[in-house]
Nanobody, 119 residues
Framework: QLQLVESGGGLVQPGGSLRLSCAVS????????IGWLRQAPGKGRERLLC????????KSSDSVKGRFTISRDGAKNTVYLQMDSLNPGDSAIYYC????????????WGPGTQVTVSS
């Protein structure tokens, strides 16, 4: 069964960093692109970054340019989202998703992990 599980969220002060993890099971990342999205209260879901089946990064959102990076560990079947220079506007539930490509809609989702940036 295809499954994604996020972890690593929490409370962080403005200017701080967090690294989120997305553990995937039931499939290999050779067949799916994995991306990160977030949803803040009262807002729609925002695509952030995606890493395609070949391991290339595709940036989706200018709001995280230069602050967030995506990487993956094939041996661990895990994708990471490194978030630096966090600000209160980054507070949201963060999800990882799987898609046939980084240009396609995400078909599978994890339950999400909460990130709160506050002093």
């Amino acid at each position: 069964q295809l499954q994604l599980v996020e972890s690593g969220g929490g409370l962080v002060q403005p200017g701080g960093s967090l690294r989120l993890s997305c553990a995937v099971s039931g499939f290999t990342m050779d067949y799916y692109a994995i991306g990160w999205l977030r949803q803040a209260p009262g807002k729609g879901r925002e695509r952030l970054l995606c890493i395609d089946r070949g391991g290339g990064n595709i940036k989706s959102s200018d709001s995280v340019k230069g602050r967030f990076t995506i990487s993956r560990d094939g041996a661990k079947n895990t994708v990471y989202l490194q978030m630096d220079s966090l600000n209160p506007g980054d507070s949201a539930i963060y999800y990882c998703g799987a898609a046939t490509s980084c240009y396609a809609d995400f078909r599978y989702w994890g339950p999400g992990t909460q990130v709160t940036v506050s002093s």
